[in-house]
């Protein structure tokens, strides 16, 4: 919702501009998800199904080892 003070979501926070706003619901979300997700992250596992498609997860290195060889892709070498 627009106000003459800048953007607003609900009623409880207003944002002066756009970047305040992206960095707040955007910005801050992914780069904690890196932190805390992605950064751990040593493999993917993929799991599908012809009516309803596919989806992944990212595996910590203690996931990995417990899955069956071949079952887990390693996200790099090392």
């Known amino acids: 919702m627009a106000t003459p003070a ?10 002066l501009n ?7 619901h955007l910005f ?3 780069l904690a998800w890196v932190d805390t997700e992605l950064f751990q992250a040593t493999a993917i ?3 599908g199904d ?3 498609g596919t989806w992944a997860k990212l595996l910590t290195k203690e996931q990995a080892d417990a899955v ?6 390693p996200l790099w070498k090392g």
């Open 6 to 15: 800048g953007s607003a979501l609900g009623e409880r926070t207003i944002y």
């Open 18 to 24: 756009r970047n305040q706003f992206w960095t707040n």
């Open 28 to 30: 801050d979300p992914f």
């Open 45 to 47: 596992r993929f799991w």
């Open 50 to 52: 012809i009516e309803s």
């Open 68 to 73: 069956r060889p071949g079952m887990a892709l």
